[in-house]
């Protein structure tokens, strides 16, 4: 049975960070394009950023390149998404996704990440 768990939201202060995990099991980890998205109030779902596992490509949206970091460990099937210089506007809820060669698709419960003073 595929899972994916995140952990690391919180309540942070502008400028402040926070790091984001997703623990993933129930498929090949490593085969896996790993993504985060963001979903705010009355607002669509975002995507944020992606790694490819075949060559190691990231991106970003605009709104957060520079600031946002996506990385991965193969060896603990897990996904991070190092988050700094935090801005209010960054407040959503935090989703972990998996895209599998066999063009399945899974999603994590989410993970509430609150940006204010």
């Known amino acids: 049975q595929v899972q994916l768990v995140e952990s690391g939201g919180g309540r942070v202060q502008p400028g402040g960070s926070l790091r984001l995990s997703c623990a993933a099991s129930?498929?090949?980890?490593?085969?896996?394009?790993m993504k985060w998205y963001r979903q705010a109030p009355g607002k669509e779902r975002e995507l944020v950023a992606t790694i490819i596992n075949t060559n190691g490509v990231t991106n970003y949206a605009d709104s957060v390149k520079g600031r946002f970091t996506i990385s991965r460990d193969n060896a603990k099937n897990t996904v991070y998404l190092q988050m700094n210089s935090l801005k209010p506007e960054d407040t959503a809820v935090y989703y972990c996704n998996a895209r599998l060669p066999e063009r399945n698709v899974y999603w994590g419960q989410g993970t509430q990440v609150t940006v204010s003073s």
């Open positions: 129930g498929f090949t980890f490593s085969n896996a394009a």
